[in-house]
């Protein structure tokens, strides 16, 4: 499995769950505010294209203190999708065990590398990813000709070969 901080339980929920929605909402507003503006978002994910998502709660008192989800790509490749923490909550290991989440759930439904994005305004999520042993890639899909984007990907399953994940996005 994954490493789990021992004040945590994941629970996989559908996309429509309400606590989902209320930390999506407030992921968007706090975006919103770095950007100035609610368009920095080229391609949400939706209900019908996302694979899993994720709710982080502490265990003790049952509060959700973050979300993630994957979105499906293609039959091998999933990108990694609304990740978010509650302000108070940051520096606790809950976005790092949500990704690990996240790459197991992923690796389970037989995705063998994995995506992610994060724009200018996001230099947390960058660092973030960098730390997650994601590779900075050339951008793709609907962040391919935006310049404020940083994209990355990992290969999380034996079977794809990094020549493989090299080939589809050019890793450096």
Request: charged letters at 20%; a neutral charge.
């Given at each position: 499995?994954?490493?789990?901080?021992?004040?945590?339980?994941?629970?996989?929920?559908?996309?429509?769950?309400?606590?989902?929605?209320?930390?999506?909402?407030?992921?968007?507003?706090?975006?919103?505010?770095?950007?100035?503006?609610?368009?920095?978002?080229?391609?949400?994910?939706?209900?019908?294209?996302?694979?899993?998502?994720?709710?982080?709660?502490?265990?003790?008192?049952?509060?959700?203190?973050?979300?993630?989800?994957?979105?499906?790509?293609?039959?091998?490749?999933?990108?990694?999708?609304?990740?978010?923490?509650?302000?108070?909550?940051?520096?606790?290991?809950?976005?790092?065990?949500?990704?690990?989440?996240?790459?197991?759930?992923?690796?389970?439904?037989g995705?063998?590398?994995?995506?992610?994005?994060?724009?200018?305004?996001?230099?947390?999520?960058k660092?973030?990813?960098?730390?997650?042993?994601?590779?900075?890639?050339?951008?793709?899909?609907?962040?391919?000709?935006?310049?404020?984007?940083?994209?990355?990907?990992?290969?999380?399953?034996?079977?794809?070969?990094?020549?493989?994940?090299?080939a589809?996005?050019?890793?450096?």
């Amino acid at each position: 499995m994954f490493p789990l901080p021992p004040n945590l339980y994941i629970r996989e929920v559908p996309w429509s769950n309400p606590v989902g929605t209320d930390l999506r909402r407030a992921q968007q507003a706090e975006l919103d505010s770095r950007y100035g503006s609610p368009d920095h978002d080229p391609s949400p994910p939706t209900e019908a294209d996302t694979a899993v998502f994720v709710i982080a709660y502490e265990r003790s008192s049952g509060q959700p203190l973050g979300c993630g989800g994957l979105r499906r790509l293609d039959c091998s490749t999933a990108e990694v999708k609304r990740i978010y923490v509650l302000p108070y909550a940051r520096g606790s290991g809950v976005a790092t065990a949500i990704l690990s989440s996240l790459e197991f759930r992923a690796r389970a439904a037989g995705f063998g590398a994995v995506t992610a994005e994060a724009g200018s305004a996001q230099s947390d999520g960058k660092r973030f990813y960098a730390q997650a042993g994601y590779a900075e890639v050339p951008n793709f899909g609907p962040y391919k000709d935006l310049p404020y984007s940083t994209c990355f990907a990992k290969v999380i399953e034996p079977g794809v070969r990094s020549t493989e994940l090299s080939a589809s996005f050019k890793v450096s």
